[in-house]
């Protein structure tokens, strides 16, 4: 507890441990799991390579989501309804734009 009071220098964090560490938060951040980022080289990879992981990762999980809430919903031209009818489809709402929602059987 006293160390602190004790050393006339901080310790330095080098530059390149620094930058891993922070792409490692970053990555942690976006939903990668421990696991997945250990398989990642960090330290050779560019910004511009996290961050197009981090995207992926951010999309996937809005598509994911949409999805799920969408419960096999869809939107079709006003015209197609009677088709979608015919093959199982079920109406659940009409949008007012020349544009119907539709539902997986």
């Known amino acids: 507890r006293c160390q602190k009071y004790l050393i006339t220098e901080l310790p330095q964090v080098e530059e390149s441990n620094l930058q891993e560490l922070i792409k490692k938060q970053m990555l942690l951040v976006a939903g990668f799991k421990p696991e997945e980022i250990e398989k990642m080289n960090l330290p050779e990879m560019s910004n511009e390579e996290i961050t197009q992981k981090i995207r992926e990762k951010l ?47």
Do not use: C, H, T
Request: aromatic share 8%; hydrophobic share 40%.
């Open 59 to 105: 999309m996937g999980s809005l598509k994911e989501s949409l999805v799920k809430n969408a419960k096999g919903q869809f939107v079709i031209n006003k015209e197609r309804v009677e088709d979608y009818i015919s093959k199982g489809f079920e109406f659940v709402a009409d949008l007012g734009n020349g544009k119907i929602i539709m539902k997986m059987p």
